[in-house]
């Protein structure tokens, strides 16, 4: 079955960076576009950026400088770099793959001095 392993989150200084991962499996990583989200508390989930199965990426965050997406098709990886790290970052991060409606269980972000 479609498996989402998400890592990389942790507690990091404002001004800091991170590198989240996805790892997938049980479908063909390839094939697919794949998502980040984030969801903070008492938010709701919102999108972060996407990227096709071809390379095209699209940023819907509203400070896209800071964010970027890649993929390694193979490793059956998506990363999300995460640049100049703020507080309110501060959030559980999801990898999805929208057509199959699969989610990871999540990495906790926490930016904080």
């Known amino acids: 079955q479609v498996q989402l392993v998400e890592s990389g989150g942790g507690l990091v200084q404002p001004g800091g960076s991170l590198r989240l991962s996805c790892a997938a499996s049980?479908?063909?990583?390839?094939?697919?576009?794949m998502s980040w989200y984030r969801q903070a508390p008492g938010k709701e989930r919102e999108l972060i950026a996407s990227?096709?199965?071809?390379?095209?990426?699209r940023i819907t965050n509203t400070d896209p400088s800071r964010f970027t997406i890649s993929r390694d098709n193979a490793k059956n990886t998506v990363y999300l770099q995460m640049n100049s790290l703020k507080p309110e970052d501060t959030a559980m991060y999801y990898c999805k793959v929208p057509s199959l409606d699969a989610w990871g269980q999540g990495t906790q972000v926490t930016v904080s001095a």
């Open positions: 990227v096709s199965s071809g390379g095209g990426v």
């Open positions: 049980g479908f063909t990583f390839s094939s697919y576009t």
